[in-house]
């Protein structure tokens, strides 16, 4: 074997050792690490849904009437007397309700909900799934410090941030489809 073939052969075997790191480094750091930016994604968020999932949904101000939503088909109502409401509309704030994540949260203990305006709750959001699922939180003040929103989920008290405004006050007249459809 000539000087110059083994020189090649050398420099191949390397080359194909380095592609293997670089493959075994992909699959068995980069994946991994993935999931768990997943999974972190999944656990940080406040109410665990995606827009599409979304059969029907309930705010309840506290001292006003609750407002429900239903899916029919591609679009959205208000069921009677309410009439059709705008899909966009309607998207957008789910769009903006499944952005909420939670920055912190600590166990409900007593005389910790009134403090926080969650006895009773400023508004109660409830989802109900394509599947049967429900998903229910109960939004507080506002925290002046950080300006997230108090929360309770499963007997949890959260730092909720990214809660729109819509949220605390639907009114139903900025959900209307406007005349003709939309």
Same mark, same amino acid.
């Given at each position: 074997?000539?000087? %110059?073939?083994?020189?090649?052969?050398?420099?191949?075997?390397?080359?194909? =050792? =380095?592609?293997?790191?670089?493959?075994?480094? =992909?699959?068995?750091?980069?994946?991994?690490?993935?999931?768990?930016r997943? %999974?972190?994604? %999944?656990?940080?968020?406040? =109410?665990?849904?995606?827009?599409?999932?979304?059969?029907?949904?309930?705010?309840?101000?506290?001292?006003?009437?609750?407002? !429900?939503?239903?899916?029919?088909?591609?679009?959205?109502?208000?069921?009677?007397?309410?009439?059709?409401?705008? &899909?966009?509309?309607?998207?957008?704030?789910?769009?903006?309700l499944?952005?909420?994540r939670?920055?912190?949260?600590?166990?409900?203990?007593p005389?910790?909900?009134?403090?926080?305006?969650?006895?009773?709750?400023t508004?109660?959001?409830?989802?109900?799934? !394509?599947?049967?699922?429900?998903?229910?939180?109960?939004?507080?003040?506002?925290?002046?410090?950080?300006? &997230?929103?108090?929360?309770?989920?499963?007997?949890?008290?959260?730092?909720?941030?990214?809660?729109?405004?819509?949220?605390?006050?639907?009114?139903?007249?900025?959900?209307?489809?406007?005349?003709?459809?939309?």
């Amino acid at each position: 074997m000539k000087a %110059r073939t083994r020189t090649l052969a050398l420099a191949a075997a390397l080359a194909a =050792l =380095l592609a293997a790191v670089v493959a075994g480094a =992909l699959l068995y750091v980069e994946r991994p690490d993935e999931a768990a930016r997943a %999974r972190h994604d %999944r656990e940080t968020r406040a =109410l665990p849904f995606q827009p599409g999932e979304v059969a029907a949904l309930f705010i309840a101000p506290r001292g006003a009437p609750g407002i !429900r939503l239903v899916r029919d088909g591609d679009g959205w109502f208000l069921p009677p007397p309410g009439g059709r409401v705008s &899909t966009i509309a309607v998207e957008g704030l789910l769009e903006r309700l499944s952005g909420m994540r939670v920055r912190s949260a600590t166990p409900a203990g007593p005389g910790g909900l009134a403090s926080r305006g969650l006895d009773p709750p400023t508004a109660r959001l409830t989802l109900t799934l !394509r599947d049967g699922t429900e998903l229910s939180l109960d939004l507080g003040d506002e925290n002046p410090f950080d300006r &997230t929103r108090f929360g309770r989920r499963d007997g949890e008290i959260l730092a909720v941030e990214g809660v729109p405004d819509a949220a605390l006050d639907p009114a139903p007249e900025r959900l209307l489809a406007p005349p003709g459809g939309g």
